[in-house]
């Protein structure tokens, strides 16, 4: 956030259901976040923005760009997923987290004394096991320039990364190495400098004998 209010107005909110943005519903859904981002940006007058999202973020950025095409001019993500299945999470972390899901959702049947945090944790851990439930397909609709980020070792597959590039029409894709899924932490400056410069610079569309250079 330092580097990038020097040259640009910076938004950073709470998704709903996380930090001060209450959510008293029992669904949570990325979709529902998205659309708050696009009612944000409403409200605050910003007719569009360039967005970077990272994990959830990046979610949330690729159905803000579906939903709200008109409220992004291009879009940085790391760390994302379409589907919340092995093809996508790496095995052992989608293990942990299915087992994880299932004893929590058992030990929620059996008590009867539940809290609120009890059911906000209920929600976040259906939302990590169940979603998202993005189509590849749904991405062709995405017509600005998108970065696509990953660690070599993210809890997203490398190759559920190259996946989504694949199916944007104009994507880059970078694969960070030696990196797990904090990319924008662990590659601080090298994150920070190659964003600004993807935000500023016109996307190249390489064909042919342009693939050679």
Known sequence: MPFFSKHYKVIVADSRAHGKSIDKGEALTYEMMSDDYAELLQKMKIDSAFVIGWSDGGINGLLLCIRHPEKVKKLIITGANLRPDSTAVQSDVFKRVSSNYTKFKDQFAKNNNKTDLDYSVLKY????????????????????????????????????????????????????PNSGHSTLVVYTDEFNTKADTFFKTKFRVIRDREREF
């Not at 990590?128 to 990953?150: F, M, R, T, W, Y």
């Not at 070599?152 to 989504?164: G, Q, S």
């Open 125 to 176: 851990k259906r939302l990590l096991s169940e979603q998202p439930n993005i189509d590849p397909k749904a991405l062709h609709s995405i017509k600005v320039p998108v970065l696509v980020i990953g660690g070599d070792y993210d809890v997203i597959k490398p190759e559920h990364t190259l996946e989504i590039f694949r199916n944007i029409p104009k994507a880059n894709l970078w694969i960070l």
